[in-house]
């Protein structure tokens, strides 16, 4: 099995096709020098790897496939990347490694747009360096891609300025830039729909600052809904609020409640491990609705009155059917 250090060196070479220099790689790697041969060495055992002029170089497999572009194509294709590079205010080390790749195909046909591209590629990791938030973002982006691919449903905390963390279930149907234009910025986001709900969001990638999958997988339907950018809950007061206290089995029911006018949720764990969520929701029919959509994943607990209401309503449905 390898070590995390050289499997990061894999991904490295991987990124790099014209080769590093040891100095280079120990630099990148953020280690030694003198322990660079080793981590050379264990590689070695996975893949072929050789050292040319001083470079350190993945050695090409004959069934790797070259892409052909014209010089056109080429062109075309570098002024794209410059564009996508400079369009989104954080850089992405993939795309990077995906250029340097295309440069060398195009080193015997177009040296001077490779050698434009390479450069560019260089840029691109410089600023991934020198901007810590970019390693943040990048793994968040990883693992929604992940999640994507694999169709399975993701948990994504946000960290919204001036509002409390949002913790959100959801299903990703596309990963892309906003059509909206925020001053020049195009951020990357998110689309798909909210668990327990029919709702499809689009939240900035740049607001989530944790993603995890989760073992639940999920369909893209074919006819989508045009998609809307989420905004964070606004605090409300009225003048027919309920303070209301529910048990959840699931902590993601709660999204079923995003068109209802409500407070701040706060969630408490008790030692059993039951999770209870206390907030101030509108006395409206809107609320049994919802409430009723969480089937047996939400249960009332306060006030009494309320849920004495909302089990009477639920009594005048059974008689309709049960007579």
Same mark, same amino acid.
């Given at each position: 099995m390898k070590g995390e250090r050289v499997a990061q060196l894999e991904l490295l070479l991987h990124s790099h096709p014209e080769g590093l220099r040891r100095a280079e790689i120990a630099?990148?790697?953020?280690?030694?020098?003198?322990?660079?041969?080793?981590?050379?060495?264990? =590689?070695?055992?996975?893949?072929? @790897?050789?050292?040319? $002029?001083? =470079?350190?170089?993945?050695? *090409?497999? !004959?069934?790797? &496939? $070259?892409?052909?572009?014209?010089?056109? !194509? /080429?062109?075309?294709? $570098?002024?794209?990347?410059?564009?996508?590079?400079?369009?989104? !205010?954080?850089?992405?080390?993939?795309?990077? /490694?995906?250029?340097?790749? %295309?440069?060398? $195909?195009?080193?015997?046909?177009?040296?001077? @747009?490779? &050698?434009n591209i390479v450069n560019l590629a260089e840029q691109i990791d410089k600023k991934v360096q020198e901007k810590k938030e970019c390693s943040k973002f990048n793994s968040v982006l990883e693992v929604l891609i992940d999640s994507w691919v694999?169709?399975?449903?993701?948990? %994504?905390?946000?960290?919204?300025?001036?509002?409390?963390? @949002? !913790?959100t279930e959801?299903?990703?149907?596309?990963?892309?830039?906003?059509?909206?234009? *925020?001053?020049?910025?195009?951020? #990357?986001?998110?689309?798909?729909?909210?668990?327990?709900? *029919?709702? #499809? @969001?689009?939240?900035?990638?740049?607001t989530i600052t944790s993603a995890i999958i989760l073992d639940e997988t999920y369909t893209i339907p074919d006819n989508l809904k045009p998609f809307k950018f989420h905004e964070p809950e606004e605090h409300y007061e009225a003048i027919d609020m309920i303070p209301l206290s529910l048990r959840l089995k699931e902590r993601s029911a709660m999204n079923v409640f995003r068109s209802v006018v409500h407070g701040t949720p706060v969630f408490e764990k008790l030692e059993d491990g039951t999770l209870i969520c206390n907030l101030d929701a509108e006395n409206s029919i809107e609320l049994y609705l919802r409430i009723i959509q969480c089937g047996d994943s939400v249960e009332i607990l306060g006030p009494d009155s309320f849920r004495k209401k909302f089990c009477k309503m639920l009594n005048k449905i059974l008689a309709l059917y049960q007579s």
């Open positions: 630099r990148r790697l953020g280690v030694h020098r003198s322990t660079i041969s080793r981590y050379v060495d264990e =590689l070695k055992q996975y893949i072929d @790897i050789y050292e040319e $002029n001083n =470079l350190i170089k993945i050695k *090409t497999r !004959e069934e790797d &496939e $070259n892409i052909a572009l014209s010089v056109y !194509e /080429s062109l075309a294709f $570098n002024l794209s990347a410059e564009m996508l590079a400079t369009s989104s !205010e954080y850089q992405n080390p993939h795309l990077a /490694s995906g250029l340097r790749k %295309i440069a060398m $195909n195009m080193r015997s046909y177009a040296p001077k @747009i490779s &050698e694999s169709g399975r449903i993701v948990r %994504i905390v946000q960290g919204l300025k001036g509002f409390d963390p @949002i !913790e959801l299903a990703p149907y596309f990963i892309g830039f906003r059509e909206e234009d *925020t001053g020049g910025r195009h951020p #990357i986001s998110v689309t798909g729909r909210l668990r327990h709900t *029919t709702e #499809i @969001i689009t939240i900035d990638i740049s």
